[in-house]
C-alpha cells in the first residue's frame, strides 16, 4: 500500500519497499520477472541462477520474499536452496515459481510450507496478488 508525505507544497509517494530475491536459471524470465517487480516499486536485486548463489545472496540481502524456481543450474535444486534459506533466516518466505507439476517435487516442496507454487507459465497478476498477501 502507498503512503504519501507533504513535501515542499507537493506530494511525495513512498512505495513499499519489500526486498525480493529472484531465483531463475532462465535470463529471459529472470530479467521479466525483474523488470516487472520493479515496476510494481519492490526491491530487487540482480537475479541469481543456481541454488548455491541463493542461499549467499539471501543470506547477504536478507530478502522477505525469495521467489524460487526449482531447477536450477549449479548442484544445489531450488527446493534444497529454499530449505538452506530458511534454516538460516526463519524470516524469509519462499515462493515456488516452476513448471514442475509432478506429485513428487509439489510433495517435496510444500514440506516447506511456501506461500504459493505457481506452474509455468502464470499470469503477473497472480505473482502480485501472492506477494501483496503477505506484506
Avoid at 108 to 131: G, H, T
Wanted: glycine share 4%; proline share 2%.
Amino acid at each position: 500500500m502507498n503512503r504519501f508525505t507533504k513535501k515542499n507544497e507537493g506530494v511525495s509517494f513512498i512505495k513499499n519497499k519489500m526486498k525480493i530475491l529472484v531465483v531463475e536459471d532462465e535470463a529471459i524470465s529472470a530479467l521479466l520477472l525483474n523488470i516487472y517487480l520493479e515496476s510494481l516499486g519492490y526491491d530487487i536485486g540482480e537475479a541469481v541462477a543456481t541454488g548455491e548463489e541463493a542461499v549467499l545472496k539471501a543470506n547477504e540481502v536478507r530478502p522477505d520474499i525469495v521467489l524460487m524456481d526449482i531447477q536450477l543450474a549449479g548442484e544445489m535444486n531450488g527446493i534444497d536452496a529454499a530449505r538452506e534459506i530458511i534454516l538460516r533466516n526463519k524470516n524469509t518466505v519462499i515462493a515456488f515459481l516452476t513448471a514442475y507439476s509432478d506429485e513428487e517435487t509439489i510433495a517435496r516442496a510444500k514440506k516447506l510450507a511456501p506461500v504459493a507454487y505457481l506452474i509455468k507459465p502464470f499470469e503477473m497478476v497472480e505473482l502480485k496478488n501472492i506477494i501483496d498477501s503477505i506484506q
